[in-house]
Every structure is written in structure tokens, then in C-alpha cells.
């Protein structure tokens, strides 16, 4: 019974997503998505500029609900859930545009999204009970070893607007994995990064991937940072996906090669 139970997890997607369509008014930004990731994937989302990506981001982290189609996070759905439900089931995200709360502490942002996945209550909170101290301690001293392997610690009382530009991001993945996420959904985090430290964040994600027990899906523009880091991309357009296979596969497709160059230059 108890080996069943194991194989079944096992062969669990950490997200499934099925039919997935979302339209603003008359236009479809996404159209009968798909996908399917394994747990410990280090997958891909490309596309042109507003092929639907961040969209598809948005629908799986639960900022938007869709018009049409299924998702599931380790075979629940969630595709009704509010965000902050759905970071509670191991969905967290980095944004586009680094979102930050700027007018925290480093340390207080890392420490504040911990509390998204906290499991005490009302209750606890207002009389503060046995647990919840010792929650409030661990969660300090998780907050503090977070920053450490980060090589954050001595930005720990720093504003974060005060940070240079790739920390700022290095933080915002951070506060990500504070959450225990089972998915790390990262939207374009080389986007304004010079070569030298677009070089740093491939190490970071990789070095990510290896330590944490996590499955990581992707957005950039970057065919470079694609290319050493994600073992199967996505590739759409329109909303629709084109082509998806490994890096090497996609970077080939004539499909997305038109998609990227316009089809005159084809
Ligand atoms: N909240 C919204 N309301 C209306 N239209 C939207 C909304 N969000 C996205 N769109 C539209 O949906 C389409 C897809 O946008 P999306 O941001 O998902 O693209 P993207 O692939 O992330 O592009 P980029 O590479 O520029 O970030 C675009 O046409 C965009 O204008
Ligand atoms: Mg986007």
C-alpha cells in the first residue's frame, strides 16, 4: 500500500494544464495551452514579445482566472484559487518588472512571504500560542540562512530599491523560494542584465535547481541563458504553441524562426 502511494506521487506532474485559454475582450493572448511538468524539470517558455507567456504565468500563479481550461499543481486544481492559495499549494513566482516590497527590509521581504505558507490560524496569531512562537522563531532563523546562501546576509537591514539591479533580482528569486515552493515560475529574470551577470544568474538557477528540491519553469529572451539551462522548451506564439523540444530542437524549428524574424525575412 505504502509503495503504491509513493509510485503514485512519483508520476505526479507538479503541474498539469490542460485547454488553457484566456481572452481580454476580442483578444485571445492565450489559446488551448498545454503542458505537462515532471517533478525536478528545468523547462522553458519562449516566444516574441506578447506571444502570451507572462499570461500563461499569470493563469498558473493564479492572478488571473482563466476563461477556459484546467490546471493542476501536484493533481489539485487551481485553476478557481487566488493567488495567494495557490503559492500556499507550491506555486511561487518572479515577475517581469521586479516587484519588491521597497518599503521593507531585504530581510523583512523574505520574512513576510514566509508567512504566505505558514500553517497556524486566526487563532494563534492573535493569542500567540506555543506554536506560533516557535513558527515566528523558525521562520527569523529560515529568513536568515536564506539570506546566507544567497550571499545576502549583509543587505539583510538594506532597502531593496539601494540594491544594484541583478541583486535585486538574485533577492526577488529569494523571496521566491521562501515559500517552499514545488514550482518556481521565473518571468524574463536575465531581463536588464549585462553579460557578466546574465553569467551569474545561469550559475544561480542551476546551483537552485541542484539544492533545492524544486521544479523550475522559465520565461527570457536570452536564446543563450535557454540553451544552457532548460532540458525541453515551449515555444508560442499568438497565444498558440509552435514547436517545444529541447533547446537545440527549437532553435532550428522553422515555425519559430519566422515567428522571430517576421515571415518576410523568411
Ligand atoms: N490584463 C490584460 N488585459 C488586456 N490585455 C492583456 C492583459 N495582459 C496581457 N494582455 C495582452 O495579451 C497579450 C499577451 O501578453 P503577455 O504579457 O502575456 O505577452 P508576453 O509573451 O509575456 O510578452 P513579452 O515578451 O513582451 O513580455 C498581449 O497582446 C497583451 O497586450
Ligand atoms: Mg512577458
Sequence with gaps: MMVQTQ?????????????LTQRFGGLTAVNDFNVKLMPGELSGLIGPNGAGKTTVFNL???????????????????????????????????????RLWNDM?????????????????????????????????QVAKEAEELLDVFDLKRYAEE???NLPYGTQRKLEIARA??????????????????????KDLIRLIRWIHETFDVTIWMIEHHMDVMMELCTQIKVIDFGETIAEGSAEHVRNHPAVMSAYLGDENI
Design 7 to 19: 509510485k503514485q506521487t512519483e508520476s505526479t506532474p507538479v503541474l498539469e494544464v490542460r485547454g
Design 105 to 137: 527590509t531585504v530581510l523583512d521581504n523574505i520574512r513576510v512571504a514566509q508567512h504566505y505558507q505558514l500553517g497556524y490560524g486566526f487563532f494563534h496569531a492573535i493569542v500567540r500560542s506555543k506554536h506560533y512562537r516557535t513558527r515566528e522563531e
Design 60 to 98: 498558473v500563479s493564479g492572478f488571473y482566472q482563466p476563461t477556459e481550461g484546467q490546471i493542476f499543481v501536484d493533481g489539485k486544481p487551481t485553476a478557481a484559487l487566488k493567488p495567494h492559495r495557490v503559492t500556499a499549494l507550491g506555486v511561487a513566482r518572479t515577475f517581469q518588472n521586479i
Design 177 to 198: 523560494l521562501s515559500s517552499h515552493p514545488k514550482l518556481l515560475l521565473l518571468d524574463e529574470p536575465a531581463a536588464g542584465l549585462n553579460s557578466a551577470d546574465a
Design 159 to 161: 532597502m531593496p530599491k
